[in-house]
């Protein structure tokens, strides 16, 4: 008997991939990849572009609102986009349009100049997140298996190497419009070739290899209404993108307050939780696959809930490291899991739920870091690590939610 299995509310029976669906997904490992590298690029030159343009820190963190303001909106417009158009023309045109907007900053002298280009890089941002991982799903239905946490472990490689690249340029003083308009190039390259192999979501890839709709009771039959369970995914998404962005941004002052440690010792915690994020997502289809997307959040969530009371309540710097591991750890693959759930609760409008989720997953990531801002004014940094530990503890009981809609054997 051949076994069949549900990704989020679609059921197929795996095969061999074809060898347009290999090629599809090597494709989209470039795409991720690519992301990646040129936001990493980004980051790394904000303290010049800041030097450039002649501006405060206060001035920064209000344009970077501007960042993110486009990137919500680019994300609520490429759902609709995607379905219409296919996430395959999406990809390709926003990833392009990306990789060109990379040379707004860097070309910036003003605020106000600085301002506008920070809102088209988000805006394009923000819809190749959302198109890419649409694609990301519409392949993995037709792959047979998860495969959908590994596209994520390749944007966290490349955004490593972004980093380093845009550390040597820095080091070795290239003016920041040669080093960012190169990125840029390699970019549009890395684009052009990856759209040769990249998934129509409406064609047949091959035989074996198609899925049967079953959106369930709970789907999301129409593009234009926004369902119980995309609104339980969203918050899903939103709890652990928030708990995600606390680790980014307050990780190392946590271990330098906490444990009065130097600079470079208090570094090791995000390094720590970066690197166990990479390793946990290039695992996470594995384990889905074996033991299904419900224990991979549940667990991986009681794992980070375990790992955040080690944060919590140690007072050694070894044990306080190990908590951060484990916590990025535990968070690495339930994200992947919410976006497959939710781009599979609906044939015609997979992009239209992915971007409603992962919008509502955006504003939990950029508000998290302000939510431990403000408490830390009335209690201790560590003592505001306790969102992100009860963030963790209540997605592992609301793991459910992710339970493919139909399972037949």
């Given at each position: 008997m051949?076994?069949?299995?549900?990704?989020?509310s679609v059921?197929?029976?795996?095969?061999q991939p074809?060898?347009g669906?290999?090629?599809?997904?090597?494709a989209?490992?470039?795409?991720f990849g690519?992301n990646?590298f040129l936001?990493?690029?980004?980051?790394?030159?904000i303290?010049?572009?800041e030097?450039r343009?002649?501006i405060?820190?206060?001035t920064?963190g209000?344009?970077?609102?501007?960042?993110?303001a486009?990137?919500?909106l680019g994300?609520?417009?490429?759902?609709?986009?995607?379905d219409r158009?296919?996430s395959?023309?999406l990809?390709t045109?926003s990833?392009?349009?990306?990789?060109c907007?990379l040379l707004?900053?860097?070309?910036?002298?003003s605020p106000a100049?600085?301002g506008?280009a920070?809102?088209v890089l988000g805006?394009?941002n923000g819809s190749?997140?959302v198109?890419?991982n649409?694609?990301?799903?519409?392949?993995?239905?037709?792959y047979?298996r998860?495969i959908?946490?590994?596209f994520?472990?390749l944007?966290?490689v490349?955004?490593?190497i972004?980093?380093?690249v845009?550390?040597?340029t820095?080091?070795?003083?290239?003016p920041i419009?040669?080093?960012?308009g190169?990125?840029?190039?390699?970019?549009?390259?890395?684009?052009?070739?990856c759209?040769?192999?990249?998934l129509?979501?409406s064609?047949?890839?091959?035989?074996?290899?198609?899925?049967?709709s079953d959106?369930g009771?709970?789907?999301s039959g129409a593009?234009g209404?926004l369902?119980?369970r995309v609104?339980?995914?969203?918050?899903?998404?939103?709890?652990?993108l928030?708990?995600?962005?606390v680790a980014?941004?307050?990780?190392?002052?946590?271990?330098?307050e906490h444990l009065q440690?130097?600079?470079?010792a208090?570094?090791l915690?995000?390094?720590?939780f970066a690197?166990?994020?990479?390793v946990?997502r290039?695992c996470?289809d594995r384990?889905?696959e074996r033991?299904?997307p419900?224990?991979?959040?549940?667990y991986g969530n009681?794992?980070a809930?375990?790992g955040?009371?080690?944060?919590?309540?140690?007072n050694?710097?070894?044990?306080?490291?190990?908590g951060?591991?484990?916590?990025g750890?535990?968070?690495s693959?339930s994200?992947?899991?919410?976006f497959t759930?939710?781009?599979n609760?609906?044939?015609?409008?997979s992009g239209?739920?992915m971007s409603r989720?992962v919008?509502?997953g955006?504003?939990g990531f950029?508000?998290?870091?302000a939510?431990?801002?403000?408490?830390?004014?009335?209690?201790t940094?560590t003592t505001a690590?306790?969102?992100?530990?009860?963030?963790t503890l209540a997605?592992a009981?609301?793991?459910?939610?992710?339970?493919?809609s139909r399972?037949?054997?």
């Amino acid at each position: 008997m051949k076994h069949q299995v549900a990704l989020g509310s679609v059921v197929h029976t795996p095969a061999q991939p074809t060898l347009g669906l290999r090629r599809a997904r090597g494709a989209l490992f470039g795409v991720f990849g690519i992301n990646g590298f040129l936001f990493a690029i980004w980051v790394v030159h904000i303290p010049t572009i800041e030097r450039r343009t002649d501006i405060t820190h206060a001035t920064l963190g209000s344009l970077l609102l501007l960042l993110a303001a486009g990137a919500i909106l680019g994300m609520q417009a490429s759902g609709p986009l995607s379905d219409r158009f296919g996430s395959n023309r999406l990809v390709t045109i926003s990833g392009a349009l990306m990789a060109c907007a990379l040379l707004g900053p860097a070309l910036s002298t003003s605020p106000a100049a600085l301002g506008a280009a920070l809102f088209v890089l988000g805006a394009l941002n923000g819809s190749l997140d959302v198109s890419m991982n649409s694609q990301a799903v519409a392949v993995e239905r037709f792959y047979g298996r998860p495969i959908l946490s590994a596209f994520h472990a390749l944007f966290s490689v490349g955004g490593v190497i972004g980093a380093l690249v845009g550390a040597a340029t820095l080091t070795a003083e290239v003016p920041i419009v040669v080093s960012m308009g190169s990125a840029a190039v390699v970019g549009l390259l890395g684009i052009g070739v990856c759209r040769l192999f990249l998934l129509d979501p409406s064609a047949d890839p091959g035989p074996g290899s198609g899925p049967v709709s079953d959106a369930g009771p709970l789907s999301s039959g129409a593009r234009g209404r926004l369902s119980p369970r995309v609104l339980a995914l969203g918050g899903l998404a939103f709890a652990l993108l928030l708990s995600e962005g606390v680790a980014n941004d307050w990780s190392t002052l946590q271990v330098a307050e906490h444990l009065q440690t130097g600079d470079g010792a208090a570094a090791l915690a995000f390094g720590f939780f970066a690197a166990m994020m990479t390793v946990g997502r290039f695992c996470a289809d594995r384990v889905s696959e074996r033991f299904g997307p419900v224990a991979v959040v549940r667990y991986g969530n009681v794992i980070a809930a375990a790992g955040m009371s080690m944060v919590l309540f140690s007072n050694w710097l070894p044990l306080t490291l190990a908590g951060w591991a484990a916590f990025g750890l535990g968070l690495s693959g339930s994200i992947p899991q919410i976006f497959t759930s939710a781009g599979n609760l609906s044939a015609g409008a997979s992009g239209t739920n992915m971007s409603r989720v992962v919008g509502m997953g955006y504003v939990g990531f950029l508000a998290g870091p302000a939510v431990i801002g403000w408490i830390s004014h009335f209690a201790t940094l560590t003592t505001a690590m306790a969102v992100p530990l009860v963030l963790t503890l209540a997605a592992a009981a609301g793991a459910g939610i992710v339970r493919p809609s139909r399972t037949q054997c």
